[in-house]
Structures are given as C-alpha cells and as structure tokens.
C-alpha cells in the first residue's frame, strides 16, 4: 500500500468518525429537544410523587420542553431506581429520588445490587421533608421528657409505628431509641394509612411520621405532637418543638429528601444543563412557597448532593447496624 494511499486512506477514516459523532455532539448541544420523563419509584399521590410532579413543573418552564412524571411504584422505591438505571444516558430519563432507595434500601436489604451514587449521575437536592414523633391521645404523653419518663418507667411495654422496615420513618424511631437507650418496640405498618388509624384509636401509643402528613391529624387534635426528630423548628409549624430540645436527645436529627438523578455516564454538557435548571428552580419564589406549604425545606442552589449523600448513607448505616435492621 503506497504512502499516498494510506494517507487518502485515513483521511477517509477521519472524516466517517467526524460524521458519526456529530449527531452525539448534536443533541447535547441541542439538549433538551423533546419531552424528559422524570421517574417516580412510587404510586401516585405521596411525597415523593408530589415533590416530582412540583419540580417538574417548573423544570419544564426553565428548559422549554415538557416533563412527564412517570410513577413505577414497587419495593420501596427501588424498581423506579432500577428503571432509571437501565436507561439511556442521554437526559431524557430522569429520577426524582428519595432517601430509602437512593440511600437505605442497600444497607437493610442483600437483594438491591445498586449503589445510589456510583450507579447514577447525581444532579441536584430538591428538598428535605421533617419527620415528628406523635403520640395517642390516650398515651398521656405531650412532650418529650413525658415520653422518655414513661417509656423508662415501663421497659418494654410501649411501641412506635412506622411506613415499614427500613423506612426513614423506622430509622428515625431507632434513632430516638439509640440516643436516649430506650426499650421500644417497632411495629412495622404497609403504610401510613394504617399507622394513623391504629395511632387515633389508640391502638399504638407512638408513631413517627413525615410532618405533612401528620399535620392534619396535628390539628384535628385527634394526635399529640412530641417533637421533629430535626435540630431546627419549621416555619410550617413553629409551635412543635424539637426532640434535639431536650438535652440527651440533641444528636436525633433525620429527616427525608428528594433529589434528582440521571443514569451513570450522563455527558457532562447534559448533567450541567440540568443541574443550571435544578438551581433556578430551588431559586424560584413561586415553587419555594408551594414547597414550604407542603412543609418541606427547599435545597439552597449549588448544593453539593454527591457529598450529602454520602454523610447520609453513613448516618443511615450507623442506625441499621446498631438496631441490627435488615429486611
């Protein structure tokens, strides 16, 4: 083959791998040109789903394409991580992901396989939700030093509820449990609709809750609010105090968050585009407010979720491996 040849030869060559990558580079520089699906591991109607579906619609404002919420509820959140693990890594299928699958579900359960960092590209917090600790009316109990005098005084005979095994419900319960070294049942619930039932009727004396959903019960008075397992009071409900309040209970501080993600090897053009978006949206006063009305805490932009997350799956282990959880 002659010098000349292989030079006609590899100029060729040059110029087909020109073309093939130009459609990559393409639809990056172009991203996003048709509508983003944003996963939900959960059915319709929760947290998780009303956080998505908030932020969704804002996002759609800041990007100029829509943005469908898709709920593939199933084992907490997991089979809605998975989906979005199997996608393309092109930016057109997101997850809006919340602290049990991205976080706790590996650490209580052998059969989840995923790691909630390195298989994702993590863009962004969205938002914390407060967790409070609430007893039955017929407990007695109003605060925190009446709930751990009573506990104390009767080891073993008292139970807190929670959305299940593993949830960040039943961490934070086990969180209390730990700081204060309680002997305190769990009684694991499918779901929150039960928990209530049983908490009003006066079934189960204590219960852990994500505060919006027990501020209805809150305010009927048909439940009594012990204190948010947080450092900070919340202007949703500033008259709740705390559990950190009470001296020997100052480390209790879990709540529940939502954050987006994309699939591992999202290219770094998309993953920046994203993450601009996510930070005018958490700036946005329209969605900070119809945020805070649903009693969450909105990210402040810039937010670094990778290392968040990271000192969160830590805290989560210590409080699995200590109450020995496992699903």
Known sequence: ??????????????ALTSVAAAPAAFAQGNY?????????????????????????????????????????????????????????????TLLVGASNEMAIAKLINKAVKYDGLKDFTPIGLISTQPLVLVSSLNSGVKTAPEFLAQVRANPGKYSFG???????????????????????????????????????????QFGVFVLSSALPQIR????????????????????????????????????????????AGLPEPVAQKLQQALNEVVNTPE?????????????????????????ETAKYKRIVDVANIQE
Not at 7 to 13: M, T
Not at 225 to 234: A, N, V, W
Not at 238 to 260: C, G, Q, R, S, Y
Not at 291 to 309: C, H, I, N, P
């Open 162 to 204: 929670s959305s299940g095994v593993g949830t960040g419900l039943h961490l934070g319960g086990e969180m209390v449990k730990e700081a204060a070294k309680l002997d305190l049942v769990h009684v694991p619930y499918r779901g929150v609709a039960p928990l209530t039932n049983d908490l009003v009727g006066g079934q189960l």
């Open 287 to 311: 969605f900070r407010t119809k945020m805070q009305e649903t009693g969450a805490s909105v990210a402040a932009a810039g937010f670094d979720l990778a290392k968040f997350q990271a000192a």
């Open 220 to 263: 009927a008075g048909k439940v009594q609010p012990i204190g948010l397992l947080q450092t900070k009071r919340t202007p949703l409900a500033p008259e709740i105090p705390t559990m950190a309040e009470t001296p020997e209970l100052k480390n209790v501080n879990i709540d529940l968050w939502f954050a987006l993600y994309g699939p």
């Open 32 to 92: 996003p040109s048709r509508p983003i699906t944003i996963v939900v591991g959960y059915p319709a109607g929760g947290s998780t789903d009303l956080t998505a579906r908030l932020f969704g619609a804002e996002l759609s404002k800041k990007i100029g394409q829509q943005v469908v919420i898709e709920n593939v509820g199933g084992a907490g959140g997991v089979i809605g991580a998975q989906r979005v693990i199997k996608a393309a890594p092109d930016g057109y």
């Open 1 to 14: 083959m002659s010098p000349c040849f292989r030079r006609r030869a590899l100029a060729v060559a040059l």
